[in-house]
């Protein structure tokens, strides 16, 4: 079982850029697949990027080019890069893990998710 746990968000103007950061419990971080999912308002909950164990990685096409995912498995960290941010960006932004190897999409497939954190980035 892993825990996970957001932070980074915050306000920003659009234009501007946050990083976000997922801490996850555990001893074998590498064998997760991870990934970011964010949910405005009314809105259905949306995949934003994906990474495998070993650094395969897949965006939204809203995000290419201007976020990234990485992680450090030997601190147990996820991490959301994002750049030249939108208004449209507003949300809040979950990490989400998956005991398994590959890259995944669909909310539906992770077993694990945190709590959240809010991103607003103002026009």
């Known amino acids: 079982q892993v825990q996970l746990a957001e932070s980074g968000g915050g306000l920003v103007q659009a234009g501007g850029s946050l990083r976000l950061s997922c801490a996850a419990s555990?001893?074998?971080?590498?064998?997760?697949?991870m990934g970011w999912f964010r949910q405005a308002p009314g809105k259905e909950r949306e995949f934003v990027a994906a990474?495998?164990?070993?650094?395969?990685?897949n965006y939204a096409d809203s995000v290419k080019g201007r976020f990234t995912i990485s992680r450090d498995n030997a601190k147990n960290t996820l991490y959301l890069q994002m750049n030249s941010l939108k208004p449209s960006d507003t949300a809040v932004y979950y990490c989400?893990?998956?005991?398994?190897?590959?890259?995944?999409?669909?909310?539906?497939?992770?077993?694990?998710w945190g709590q959240g954190t809010q991103v607003t980035a103002s026009s």
């Open positions: 989400a893990a998956r005991a398994s190897v590959g890259v995944y999409y669909t909310p539906t497939y992770y077993n694990y």
């Open positions: 555990g001893r074998t971080f590498s064998n997760y697949a």
């Open positions: 990474i495998s164990g070993v650094g395969t990685t």
